[in-house]
C-alpha cells in the first residue's frame, strides 16, 4: 500500500515530521518497506526569473544575469554568469543558491567571480537536479512562475510516497484514511473529520439490480450518472495516483482508483450505453469468457460471482471488470457499482483464476460493510465535479450486513498477557480513538463496540478441530469465545503504545541446572555428526527432493512421494537417501577438479517401510568416499575401498553404544552397491542399522561420477537406546593371557564372521577375544579354498594353564570351528 | 664427537714402574694398542675376551701366580692386579666410547627432512546450518528448551488448519505450498511438504500437558527459488505454553525475554540492540515481528543505525490452543521461529543462501566449522 504524505494529512491533522510518522507505522504494525522522497535532495532549489542578461565582457560564451530568485529570502537581485544558450531577459529558471549541492553534477557550488564578473548561484538545467535528460541549456519553467517558491514544491516533488506492508487482518489500512486513524490513535495528530455530501437522484435510475448470488454479494449499491464529460482527470489526482504507482486512464476511473485508495471502498464504473438491457444481474458464473480490463481472457466459472448484463458477463465481481463495458473517454452516461462482496469466495477467485487486483486485495480482506452508502455519495459528487452530469437515484438490492459485535476486556489481561501495566483510562481512550465506543465499563474491565472497518476482532469463532476428535465443539467454541476478543483488544492497545514498552522478562528456570535438551535420538544424530566430520568426511546439506530418475538409482519412487507441482522437473521425487544428493554432490566436485573427497549428510530419506508415519521418513547419516586417498611420500593413493566406510560404519555405531558383539554382516546390500563388495549391518536378524558399499560402477557413471566411490547408510531411527545399566566392577585378572594362532582352511564360501563365531564360542570362559589377522588365497590351496588365520585369547583367571589344558583349549577352538564351516587346519 | 671420544680412549697416564717384568709390560703394550685399534664393538669384544675372558691371557697369568716363587709371588700378584685394573678400565672406557660411536652413527643414519607432510587426511567439516542449530539447542537448552521433530510430510491440517490458518485465508497464498497425491480417502491438497515447523508445535501441545517449552529446528520447503529462497530451507520455532492466570502467567514479557536472550547469546553481542514491532500472523495474538540493530553498509551485527528483520513472534491463538485440546482460558503462551539460513548468513556473513545446498567442497572448507570445535556454553559459542 502507497501514499503520499500530503495525502495522509488530508485525513490526518497532524505535526509530525516525515521519520516520526514513519517510526510510528513501524511500531505499531503497519510496516515501512519504503519511503521516496524525491524532494529532499532539491530543498535548495528555487524558482526565478532572469531579468536581464548581458554578454560577458572576458567571455564569448557566457552571459552575465540578474535573476530575481525571491526577495523574501534575500535573494531579489543576484549576479549569475550562465553559460547556457537559451538563458534570455524574462525567462522563469531554476536558481540554486551558493552551499547547494547539484546532484546530476555531484558538486556543491559556491559564490565567485567568472571571468571576473561575480557569480552568486547556478542556473540550472533538469540533468542537473537529477530529472531529466541532457539538454542545450537550463530548464525552462512556464512564464508566470512566482519567483522564490521552492523549486519541488512547485513541481510537486516535495510529497514523499511512502510504502508500507499490509498484514492480511488489517483491510483497514489498505486505506489512506485508516492509516490516517491508526497514527491518531498512536499518538500522532488527530483524524479529520469526513463526510460524504449527499447527491440528490433527479432520475430513476434506467439500470438496475438483479441480485441471485446473494451468499457472494449480501448488498450492493448502484446509480446512473447522465451527462458526463470524460477526459483526464485533473493534476492533483493524476499526481496522486501516478504517486501511489497507478496509472491515471480517465476522470471516471480515476476517481474510482481515488476511492480505492482514499477509503479502501473499490468502485466500477459500466459504460452505461454498453450495458445491454436494464437489468444488471448477479449470478454464478456459467463458463463464459470475460475479456478483463488486463486484456486477459478468463473463463467464469459457477464458484465466481459474476456481473452479467443481457449479453453475458460483464465483470468478476470484486476482482475485475470487462474491457466492453469500461468507461473511456467517448462515455457519456456511466453507471457506478458499490457492493459488498463475500472475502473468501474473492479471494478463491482470483486465486483461481490467477488475477491480483487492488479491489480483490481489499475485497479479501474485508470491506467496512457501513460505507457502501457514504462512498456511493462521495464517488457521485467527485463524479459530477469533475465530469458534470446529472445522478440517477440510487438502486440498491440487498441489505447492510449486521456487522454489529462488541468486545470486552478485563483490564489486567494488559498484565498477565501483554506483560505490561497500563492504566484502565488510557486503555479505554487507545481504543476509542480506534473507534471503538464503550458500551458498559467498571473497576474490572469494559465492553466495547467494535468498529464496523475492523473485521479482524470480535469475529465468530471458527475452529478446526481434528477429524477423530469427538469432543463437542460447542464449549469449546465458547472458551474460545471468552478470551478470543480480549486478545484482540490487548493487541491493539500494546501495539498503539509500542511493544517497546513491555518490559522483558526471563523465563523462570525448571531446574536450575537444565535438563538435557536433546532426546538419546537426537543425541545420537549430533554424535554421529561429530563422528563422521572427525573422520574427516565434510557435511553437507542437500535437498529432500530430487529428480525421479536419480531417485530411482536408489530405491522405490512411489507416485505418493512424487510431488504434484516441483518447481522444477529434476526435483520432484522425495529422495530414499541422502545417498541420491550426495553422488550429484560428489560429481559436481569432481567435475571441478576436486576428484578426492568425502562427503557426508545426516538427513531424512524417505520411503522406508520400517519407520512408521506417512511418507516412511527415516534419519539416515549418509557417507560417501570418492577417488582415492591422499598421495603422501611412502604410501600411493589407495582407491577407496569397501573397507573404508565399513570402518566409517563400525565406528560410528561402536561410538553410539551398539554392542559390536550383537552385530552380523551379510552380504545383501541393494543395488545401488557394488554386488560382490558391499554388506549389510543387522543387529538381531532383523533390524538394519547400516548398509556400505562400493558403490555399483554403472550407479555411480549415471550421475557423472566415474571413479572409486564407496558409501555407507547408517539407519538412525534403528539404533536401539544403549542400556543404562551400571557397569559391574571390570575383571583385571593377574594372570597372563595365553596366545594361540591357528590357520583354518576353508571353502571359498565360509565368511569371517562364521569362523570367529565359532572360534569364540567354543570355549567361553576361557576365550577372551578372538581377531583375524591374515587371509590367504590360491598357492597350494586349490581352487575354491581360502585360509583364514586368526588368534584367539585364553585368560586363565585362578591358576595359570598347564600344557595339558591349553592343549584341551586349543582342540575345543578347532573342533568347533571345524564342525561349523568344515575347516581343516592348515597343514 | 668420535674424534673427542678417540682421543680421551684409556693410555698409560703414569710411566711404567720399573719393577714390571717384561712380559707384562708387552702384554700391557699390545692390549692397549689393539684396544686404540678396535673400530667397532665386535673386535672390541675380542679383546676383552682375549685378554679378561675366562682364558684370557691375564687371566691366565694370574692363574700362573700360584706357581711362582713364594718370594716373587708378592710383587708379581702386585704387578698383576694393577695391569688388570688398568686394562679393566682401558677396556670398559674403549667400550662405551665405541658404544657412543655406534650410537651416533645410527642417529645420524636415521636422519629425516621433517619438513615432508605428514599425510594426515584434511580434517571433516560441519556444515554452518548444523552448527547454528547446534547453537540454537545450547542456548535454548540453558532457558529449558528442549528439542521437538515432526515428519516433513504433514497433513494439511497441522501445518494449515489446526494453526488458525483456514483453506480462503490470505496467509496461504504467501506459502507457496508443495502437495504431494493425498494417501486414501484423503482430499487433494490435504498431503504437503510442511511450509513451516508449527505443526511440531501442534503435535507436541496434543502429545503433551503444559507446561511446555520446545524449539524446532528442521527442514521446511516453498515452492519459491531464486537469489533470496530456496525450495527446501531450514526454520527454528519455539513454543513456551503455561499457565494463563496467577504468578506462573506466561505473558509477552516472558516472549520479550527469550527472544532478546537468545539473540544476545546467539550473536554473542551482550548488549545487541533488539526491537519490536506489531504484526500480524493467524496463529498467534497479539503479534510482533522482531529487529536487530545492524549496519546495511557494512553488514555488521549491532552496528549502525538500520534494523534488520529476523523473527516472527506472538502469543499463541487461542483458537490454536483450543484446537489442541487445551482450554484458552487455562493456558497460554508464545511462539517464535526464525530463518535458520538468514541467521547463520548473518552471523557468518554468507553472501549467497543457494550455495548452502550446492555441496562445494570449497565453500564447506570455507564455512565448516571443526566436530571438536565446542556448541558448547560453558566453553563459549
Given at each position: 500500500m502507497k501514499f503520499t504524505l500530503s495525502w495522509l494529512r488530508d485525513h490526518l491533522d497532524t505535526t509530525a515530521t516525515l521519520g516520526e510518522i514513519t517510526d510510528a507505522l513501524n511500531r505499531i504494525g503497519l510496516e515501512v518497506e519504503g519511503v521516496e522522497d524525491r524532494g529532499a535532495s532539491l530543498s535548495a532549489f528555487r524558482t526565478a526569473r532572469i531579468v536581464s542578461a548581458e554578454q560577458h565582457p572576458n567571455a564569448d560564451r557566457l552571459r552575465v544575469c540578474r535573476v530575481d530568485a525571491g526577495a523574501e529570502q534575500g535573494f531579489g537581485d543576484v549576479q549569475v554568469v550562465c553559460g547556457a544558450p537559451n538563458a534570455r531577459a524574462g525567462l522563469s529558471v531554476i536558481f540554486a543558491p551558493p552551499g547547494t549541492f547539484i546532484p546530476g553534477s555531484n558538486i556543491t557550488i559556491k559564490a565567485g567571480e567568472i571571468r571576473g564578473e561575480k557569480s552568486g548561484g547556478m542556473l540550472c538545467s533538469l540533468r542537473e537536479l537529477g530529472l531529466g535528460e541532457e539538454s542545450d541549456g537550463i530548464a525552462e519553467l512556464p512564464d508566470n512562475t512566482t519567483p522564490g517558491q521552492s523549486y519541488a514544491n512547485f513541481a510537486g516533488l516535495d510529497d514523499p510516497v511512502i510504502e508500507i506492508a499490509i498484514t492480511p487482518n488489517r483491510g483497514d489500512a489498505l486505506a489512506v484514511r485508516g492509516i490516517a486513524r491508526d497514527l491518531a490513535a498512536a499518538g500522532l495528530g488527530h483524524l479529520r473529520p469526513w463526510l460524504a455530501g449527499t447527491v440528490e437522484g433527479i432520475f430513476d435510475s434506467p439500470i438496475g439490480w438483479?441480485?441471485?448470488?446473494?451468499?457472494?454479494?449480501?448488498?450492493?449499491?448502484?446509480?446512473?450518472?447522465?451527462?458526463?464529460?470524460?477526459?483526464?482527470?485533473?493534476?492533483?489526482?493524476?499526481?496522486?495516483l501516478r504517486a501511489v504507482g497507478l496509472r491515471p486512464i480517465n476522470a471516471l476511473v480515476d476517481v474510482t482508483n481515488f476511492f480505492s485508495f482514499d477509503l479502501g471502498r473499490p468502485l466500477h464504473v459500466f459504460d452505461a450505453d454498453k450495458v445491454a438491457g436494464d437489468t444488471l444481474t448477479l449470478r454464478r458464473g456459467a463458463g463464459e469468457t470475460l475479456r478483463a480490463l488486463d486484456g486477459g481472457d478468463y473463463v467464469a466459472d459457477a464458484e465466481d460471482c459474476v456481473i452479467a448484463d443481457a449479453n453475458g458477463v460483464q465483470s468478476f465481481a470484486g476482482i475485475m471488470g470487462g474491457e466492453h463495458t469500461g468507461a473511456t473517454e467517448q462515455t457519456t452516461s456511466v453507471f457506478v457499482e458499490c457492493a459488498l462482496f463475500d472475502p473468501v469466495r474473492v479471494a478463491l477467485s482470483g486465486r483461481r483464476h490467477g488475477i491480483t487486483s487492488d479491489a480483490r486485495q481489499r475485497f479479501e480482506r474485508g470491506i467496512d460493510p457501513a460505507l457502501p452508502v457514504s462512498a456511493l455519495e462521495a464517488a457521485t459528487g467527485m463524479i459530477l465535479e469533475l465530469c458534470g452530469g446529472e445522478a440517477s437515484e440510487v438502486v440498491q438490492a440487498g441489505d447492510a450486513p449486521r456487522w454489529h459485535r462488541s468486545a470486552a476486556l478485563r483490564f489486567d489481561r494488559l498484565r498477565t498477557l501483554g506483560g505490561v501495566e497500563v492504566a484502565p483510562d488510557e486503555a479505554v481512550s487507545s481504543l476509542e480513538h480506534l473507534g471503538f465506543t464503550v458500551r458498559r465499563r467498571d473497576d474490572q474491565g469494559a465492553e466495547f463496540e467494535v468498529p464496523s472497518w475492523r473485521n479482524d476482532i470480535a469475529m465468530p469463532v471458527e475452529l478446526a478441530l481434528r477429524a477423530d476428535d469427538t469432543t463437542d465443539p460447542a464449549p469449546v467454541r465458547a472458551s474460545v469465545a471468552a478470551v478470543e476478543a480480549e486478545c484482540d483488544l490487548v493487541e491493539e492497545v500494546l501495539r498503539l503504545r509500542g511493544l517497546d514498552a513491555v518490559p522483558a522478562v526471563p523465563l523462570l528456570p525448571v531446574s536450575p541446572v537444565p535438563l538435557p535438551a536433546l532426546t538419546a535420538r537426537q543425541a545420537r544424530a549430533a554424535l554421529a555428526r561429530r563422528l563422521l566430520a572427525s573422520r574427516g568426511l565434510v557435511e553437507c546439506v542437500g535437498f529432500s527432493f530430487t529428480s525421479c530418475a536419480q531417485a530411482a538409482l536408489f530405491g522405490e519412487t512411489p507416485d505418493t512421494l512424487r510431488l504434484l507441482n516441483p518447481i522444477a522437473a529434476d526435483l520432484d521425487q522425495m529422495r530414499p537417501t541422502p545417498l541420491a544428493t550426495l553422488l550429484p554432490a560428489a560429481a559436481r566436485n569432481a567435475a571441478r577438479g576436486l576428484a578426492d573427497g568425502a562427503l557426508f549428510e545426516i538427513g531424512p530419506g524417505f520411503g522406508h517401510p520400517a519407520t512408521p508415519g506417512d511418507g516412511g521418513q527415516a534419519l539416515v547419516a549418509a557417507a560417501l568416499r570418492f577417488g582415492h586417498g591422499a598421495r603422501v611420500p611412502g604410501r600411493p593413493a589407495a582407491p577407496v575401498t569397501l573397507w573404508d566406510v565399513k570402518a566409517d560404519a563400525l565406528a560410528v555405531l561402536a561410538a553410539l553404544g551398539v554392542p559390536m558383539e550383537a552385530l552380523s554382516v551379510t552380504a545383501d546390500a541393494p543395488s545401488h552397491y557394488h554386488p560382490g563388495r558391499s554388506g549389510v549391518v543387522r543387529q538381531g536378524p532383523k533390524t538394519v542399522l547400516a548398509r556400505f558399499g562400493e558403490l555399483h560402477p554403472a550407479v555411480a557413471r549415471a550421475v557423472g561420477l566415474d571413479m572409486p566411490a564407496a558409501a555407507v547408510e547408517l539407519f538412525l531411527d534403528a539404533v536401539p537406546d544403549p542400556k543404562r545399566r551400571r557397569k559391574g566392577?571390570?575383571?583385571?585378572?593377574?594372570?597372563?593371557?595365553?596366545?594361540?594362532?591357528?590357520?583354518?582352511?576353508?571353502?571359498?564360501?565360509?565368511?569371517?564372521?562364521?569362523?570367529?563365531?565359532?572360534?569364540?564360542?567354543?570355549?567361553?570362559?576361557?576365550?577372551?577375544?578372538?581377531?583375524?589377522?591374515?587371509?590367504?588365497?590360491?598357492?597350494?590351496?586349490?581352487e575354491g579354498r581360502k585360509s583364514l588365520a586368526i588368534e584367539v585369547v585364553f585368560q586363565p583367571r585362578e591358576r595359570s594353564l598347564t600344557e595339558n589344558e591349553l592343549e584341551a583349549a586349543s582342540n575345543k577352538v578347532m573342533a568347533a570351528v571345524a564342525k561349523a564351516t568344515g575347516a581343516v587346519l592348515r597343514g | 664427537m668420535s674424534d673427542d671420544l678417540a682421543s680421551s680412549a684409556p693410555r698409560p697416564a703414569d710411566p711404567v714402574p720399573t719393577d714390571v717384568a717384561d712380559d707384562l709390560r708387552a702384554l700391557r703394550q699390545e692390549v692397549l694398542d689393539s684396544l686404540e685399534a678396535a673400530s667397532d664393538l665386535r673386535a672390541w669384544d675380542a679383546i676383552r675376551v682375549g685378554v679378561l675372558g675366562k682364558s684370557g691371557r691375564l687371566t691366565a697369568l694370574l692363574k700362573e701366580l700360584g706357581r711362582t716363587a713364594p718370594e716373587e709371588r708378592r710383587a708379581r700378584g702386585a704387578a698383576l692386579n694393577r695391569l688388570r685394573d688398568e686394562l679393566g678400565g682401558a677396556i670398559e672406557a674403549r667400550g662405551k666410547a665405541l658404544d657412543a660411536e655406534a650410537l651416533d652413527a645410527r642417529l645420524r643414519a636415521e636422519r629425516v627432512d621433517v619438513t615432508l607432510p605428514v599425510g594426515t587426511p584434511a580434517s571433516g567439516l560441519i556444515h554452518p546450518i548444523s552448527r547454528t542449530i547446534e547453537e540454537m539447542v545450547a542456548i535454548f537448552g540453558a532457558m529449558g528448551f528442549s528439542l521437538a521433530e515432526g515428519p516433513d510430510i504433514e497433513t494439511d491440517w497441522h501445518n494449515f488448519s489446526a494453526l488458525n490458518t483456514p483453506a480462503h485465508h490470505p496467509a496461504r497464498t504467501d506459502h507457496d505450498t508443495f502437495y504431494l497425491p493425498p494417501g486414501a480417502g484423503g482430499a487433494v491438497g490435504s498431503r504437503l511438504l510442511r511450509t513451516q515447523t508449527s505443526g511440531v508445535q501442534i503435535r507436541t501441545m496434543l502429545q503433551n500437558k503444559p507446561p511446555i517449552r520446545v524449539i524446532v529446528p528442521g527442514r521446511t520447503y516453498r515452492a519459491d527459488h531464486d537469489a533470496t529462497h530456496s525450495p527446501m530451507f531450514h526454520q527454528c520455532e519455539g513454543l513456551v505454553v503455561g499457565p494463563a492466570a496467577g504468578d506462573g502467567a506466561i505473558t509477552l514479557g516472558h516472549l520479550k525475554g527469550t527472544v532478546i536472550e537468545f539473540l544476545r547469546a546467539f550473536f554473542n553481542q551482550p548488549a545487541l540492540p533488539v526491537r519490536f514491532r506489531a504484526s500480524y500472523f493467524p496463529f498467534t495474538e497479539p503479534s510482533m515481528e522482531v529487529d536487530i540493530g545492524w549496519s546495511r553498509a557494512t553488514g555488521e551485527i549491532g552496528a549502525g543505525t538500520d534494523w534488520l528483520e529476523v523473527l516472527g513472534s506472538g502469543m499463541v491463538h487461542p483458537r490454536v490452543l483450543a484446537n489442541c485440546g487445551l482450554d484458552p482460558r487455562e493456558w497460554q503462551g508464545f511462539a517464535f521461529g526464525m530463518g535458520i539460513e538468514r541467521l547463520t548468513m548473518l552471523k557468518h556473513g554468507i553472501p549467497d543462501l543457494r550455495s548452502m545446498f550446492e555441496g562445494d567442497l570449497r565453500w564447506l572448507r570455507h564455512y565448516g566449522s571443526s566436530p571438536l570445535t565446542p556448541a558448547l556454553l560453558h566453553e563459549g559459542l
Open positions: 438483479d441480485n441471485r448470488f446473494p451468499e457472494a454479494c449480501p448488498m450492493v449499491l448502484g446509480r446512473t450518472i447522465r451527462g458526463v464529460r470524460n477526459g483526464p482527470s485533473p493534476a492533483w489526482l493524476q499526481e496522486r566392577a571390570p575383571e583385571l585378572p593377574s594372570l597372563q593371557p595365553v596366545r594361540r594362532d591357528f590357520a583354518f582352511v576353508v571353502g571359498q564360501e565360509v565368511t569371517a564372521e562364521a569362523v570367529l563365531r565359532a572360534a569364540r564360542g567354543a570355549e567361553r570362559s576361557l576365550i577372551a577375544g578372538v581377531s583375524l589377522f591374515d587371509v590367504f588365497e590360491g598357492g597350494t590351496l586349490g | -
